[in-house]
């Protein structure tokens, strides 16, 4: 009986030491070996890839945000978010590029209610910009799987321009050599499409604008 009680009681004290020394090395040890070297190697990354302007932050090369008007009445949380037009829009996001509520829709591409949205995006988008409906691309009007993409596609981009050389004063010229200047090709050579960061981009046009 005591020797029992004796062996039980050293395999709780090993398993104790044992439970005590892996805390330390993967609760401890590995988070700042690792928190260290991204820091030190790929500080802008690790730290969320925030864009700075004056001292001041204004966004996330990662996480895509909105470009609308002021509302009318700040108080009325039902009022209907409008696109400002001298900025490039991003495409459609489901949360509202909030980075706490991402996903999709789960809509089915036959689902008549997204059959419906997108319709009436295109639509939307169409008008706003100026151009047919068969000009507006597939990301103007679908959001993308995790809500929150930065990015629009060339095509995109060049629907815009002249809805925004026109309420920025610019030219037409000068502005497709922004979207040009911002595009950026496939990662790697060969992984997804051609991109532009809306963030990014519409920060250069704040540039070009002032000037």
């Not at 930065?150 to 095509?155: A, F, L, Q, V």
């Not at 911002?182 to 790697?188: D, F, K, N, V, Y």
């Amino acid at each position: 009986m005591n020797n029992s009680v004796a062996n039980t009681g050293r395999l709780a004290w090993a398993a104790l030491r044992m439970l005590l020394v892996l805390t330390v090395v993967t609760g401890v040890l590995y988070p700042l070996a690792v928190t260290g070297i991204a820091q030190g190697l790929f500080r802008d990354k690790a730290n969320g890839s925030i864009v700075n302007v004056e001292g001041k932050e204004v966004g996330s090369e990662l996480i895509g945000q909105t470009w609308d008007l002021p509302k009318k009445n700040p108080d009325d949380e039902n009022e209907v978010p409008r696109p400002d037009p001298k900025w490039f829009q991003p495409r459609p996001s489901n949360s509202g590029y909030d980075p706490l509520s991402t996903g999709s829709s789960q809509l089915g591409a036959s689902d008549p209610t997204l059959t419906k949205l997108v319709g009436d995006t295109k639509k939307a988008v169409a008008a706003f910009n100026g151009v047919p409906e068969s000009e507006v691309p597939k990301d103007a009007v679908t959001g993308s799987a995790s809500a929150i993409d930065p990015h629009i596609s060339p095509e995109y981009a060049e629907i815009q321009i002249k809805r925004v050389a026109k309420v920025n004063g610019l030219s037409e010229q000068q502005v497709t050599k922004l979207v040009e200047d911002h595009t950026e090709g496939r990662t790697a050579g060969f992984l997804g499409e051609p991109h532009v960061n809306v963030l990014k981009l519409n920060l250069a046009l704040k540039d070009l604008a002032a000037r």
